[in-house]
């Protein structure tokens, strides 16, 4: 008996000093075999230095949510949890603007001025079919400033579920980049090229309006190389990055020597080529019709150098991005989406992170890529489709092309790439030659450095109407919007990214759904497992009971 006593109270003396311990130190396990609730360092450095109230309004909330959606919230939610453990001036809300019917139109009508677009979505449960607006967007704001966050990952022709498996998958990245704009002030700056008859401003001021969120933008012009190349390249290598957007005048040795040696010192590159001189404008004319010849741009000896060459070809694909055309006469003609094989949809199978659970990309008249072998790492970034073919130039290209039905077995070049990242130390393009000029500490060797090679310049173009820049890759025929801006975007963080927060897209989740149609199939067989399966398991216990119990005391 005192042995008993005794143990009890080393037990309730064990729980009140465990209970102690655990008020004084917090920990949380994250016991899911991929980690999903893991925040990454590079995530946690992004709030670390938060000491004022962090607001964020998820609108991801409603009564009326496919369970999908509903799992998407949950995980929202939960990750948010995360990030409010580590600071706790991490402060969320789930708001629903839809609920109240006196402020239903106005709330839709003011988030999507803000940008904040809402999605309609089809609910199937227990077999019924139906409607429902969901906003999957958050607002965070800290301090004086806010930021849209979106919680959709759209892909085309992606069902429910993987849509919500993709976005799970890129929540963390999503929230941890929008910390980042609200709590790191930019460092970097990005010079875009001018001079070579790159892309006019307006055709490319979405995706700098994008980028000018993360970085410092400026033009920059190869111009006075001519009077003082030392100074040029001094001041070339003030900035980080540069971008050279669809140049289309050939750059002269001067020119190519100052760029060489700013890879050579550590600078970053984004090069948009086009090795054909063909746009799709130039086929609206009277004959429906244009010449596609080679564009010498005078860069071929100076990407084979680094490892790369984009070859004076053209990629046709049968999975393409469609044409629009006037079909018919006057006020009896009807726009068509038809197939052309000259916008291939390029992809990526790959897990890198400037790839990883990507839209499609839409290329126009985009060319091969070869790598050749040295010391650089190449990752292929995209590629064609496989059925995909090489097209020679000097070409005609007809609009009439459209009407023609294509043979896919005239498709057999397989997968061709058309982006490739380069990364490692570069030998100079003018090593063992005559240089065009003397600088000082000219180098052969570059430092560690990286640079993407992309053949078509009109990735980065984006549209525009009556004067006005269009969204980069939304298609306003098809309402489609592909991936280019989130593609160049996630290239241009990752050429700069020094805290390994672009590496977060390439963490992997998987998420688990039930099969809805399986459900409403099975409902009754199960809900009779359910319901009566337990009263009869209960029946034959208390029937066993009474006979053991009978038979125990009859004896």
Request: no cysteine; aromatic share 10%; net charge neutral.
């Amino acid at each position: 008996m005192n042995n008993t006593i005794k143990n009890i109270a080393l037990l309730i003396i064990a729980l009140i000093g465990i209970n102690l311990i655990s008020s004084f130190v917090f920990e949380r396990f994250d016991l899911t075999a991929d980690k999903r609730y893991t925040l990454s360092q590079s995530a946690i450095e992004t709030i670390k230095h938060v000491d004022a109230p962090l607001i964020i309004d998820v609108f991801l909330d409603g009564d009326d949510f496919p369970s999908e959606f509903r799992r998407l919230k949950k995980e929202t939610q939960q990750l948010l949890e995360e990030f409010s453990a580590e600071n706790k001036n991490i402060i969320f809300n789930f708001i629903n603007p839809v609920e109240d019917e006196a402020t239903r139109e106005r709330n839709i009508q003011q988030l999507t001025q803000r940008g904040l677009t809402p999605m309609q979505l089809s609910v199937t449960e227990s077999g019924k079919s139906s409607k429902a607006i969901i906003f999957p967007w958050a607002l965070a704001s800290y301090i004086d400033q806010t930021v849209i966050i979106p919680l959709v990952k759209n892909k085309i022709g992606a069902t429910q579920q993987e849509l919500v498996t993709n976005s799970v998958q890129h929540l963390e990245y999503a929230f941890a980049d929008g910390f980042s704009k609200l709590t790191t002030p930019k460092k970097r700056k990005i010079a875009i090229l001018k001079g070579n008859k790159q892309l006019e401003d307006r055709y490319i001021a979405d995706f700098v309006k994008k980028i000018g969120n993360y970085y410092f933008i400026a033009p920059f012009t190869l111009d006075s190389i001519a009077n003082n190349p030392q100074k040029t390249l001094h001041d070339l290598e003030t900035y980080d990055l540069i971008i050279s957007a669809k140049p289309t005048e050939a750059f002269s040795e001067e020119e190519k020597y100052v760029l060489d040696q700013y890879t050579m010192n550590g600078g970053k590159s984004l090069w948009l080529i086009d090795a054909i001189a063909m746009e799709k404008d130039s086929l609206y004319n009277a004959n429906g019709s244009n010449v596609a010849i080679p564009r010498d741009l005078n860069l071929t000896d100076f990407f084979f150098k680094y490892g790369a060459r984009v070859n004076p070809e053209m990629v046709s694909t049968l999975y393409s991005a469609p044409i629009t055309l006037a079909i018919g006469e006057g006020s009896q003609s009807q726009f068509q989406h038809l197939q052309w094989p000259y916008s291939p949809l390029a992809g990526s199978q790959s897990n890198h992170p400037i790839v990883n659970n990507l839209n499609l990309i839409k290329f126009d008249f985009a060319n091969p890529i070869d790598t050749l072998k040295n010391d650089i790492k190449k990752t292929i970034l995209l590629q064609s489709a496989p059925l995909s073919k090489l097209e020679g130039t000097p070409r005609k290209i007809s609009l009439e092309l459209v009407t023609k039905e294509q043979n896919p077995q005239l498709f057999n070049a397989g997968n061709q790439n058309l982006a490739v990242l380069l990364e490692g130390a570069f030998n100079s393009v003018y090593s063992n030659r005559i240089k065009p000029f003397e600088l000082s500490n000219s180098k052969d060797k570059s430092v560690q450095t990286k640079m993407i090679l992309i053949a078509d310049g009109d990735i980065i173009k984006n549209d525009v109407i009556r004067h006005v820049p269009q969204e980069l890759g939304f298609d306003r025929w098809t309402g489609q919007t592909y991936g280019n801006k989130e593609f160049l975007l996630n290239a241009v963080n990752y050429l700069l990214d020094d805290n390994g927060l672009i590496n977060i897209r390439s963490k992997e989740i998987a998420v688990a759904f039930l099969d809805q149609q399986k459900i409403a199939a099975e409902k009754t067989k199960w809900r009779l497992i359910n319901i009566v399966l337990p009263l009869v398991l209960l029946a034959i216990f208390g029937m066993a009971f009474n006979y053991i119990r009978k038979k125990k005391y009859a004896a």
